[in-house]
């Protein structure tokens, strides 16, 4: 594959001067991640699994909002939740993992039609959903009134 054809990603990650956390570089975007608290982490910034998890709900949020604008479907708001169980015993892997959407403006079926290209799409959700399972729900709301 030619270097065209392909898109790459590049973070850099390092230790800092305090144990268990690290400094993290995107572009020209730094940000800290901690140990997390179970392993011996101070946990006052986030851990690997939160930003991992984050990702993959921001992945979606973004992808639906821009779908909507493209596609001409009104979304005043959306609003992603995920929740990754893991086992105490093995924290190794997530045993499955739930992501809840709430959109406001779609109708059901369009809110489901976003939702299922943000999976189709997404390379973050097609990972996770490759290695374990994933449920997703998603419901469609009527704006709040406006006085």
Not at 45 to 74: M, Q
Not at 79 to 87: C, L, Q, T
Request: net charge negative.
């Amino acid at each position: 594959m030619s270097e065209q054809q392909t898109l790459v990603n590049h973070v850099v990650s390092y230790t800092t001067a305090t144990p268990g956390r690290c400094l993290n570089n995107a572009r020209n975007h730094h940000f800290v991640i901690d140990e997390p608290p179970h392993a011996g982490g101070s946990g006052e910034e986030i851990t690997p699994a939160e930003a991992f998890l984050a990702a993959v709900s921001a992945c979606g949020i973004l992808l639906v909002e821009g779908y909507a604008r493209r596609d001409g479907i009104r979304l005043a708001s959306a609003h992603a939740e995920i929740d990754g169980v893991r086992s105490q015993a093995d924290k190794s892997w997530f045993q499955n993992i739930a992501l809840q959407f709430r959109l406001a403006g779609p109708t059901p079926e369009e809110a489901r039609t976003l939702v299922a290209e943000y999976q189709q799409n997404c390379p973050l959700y097609r990972t996770v959903a490759a290695a374990t399972k994933v449920t997703v729900s998603i419901e469609a709301v009527l704006e709040p009134s406006r006085p």
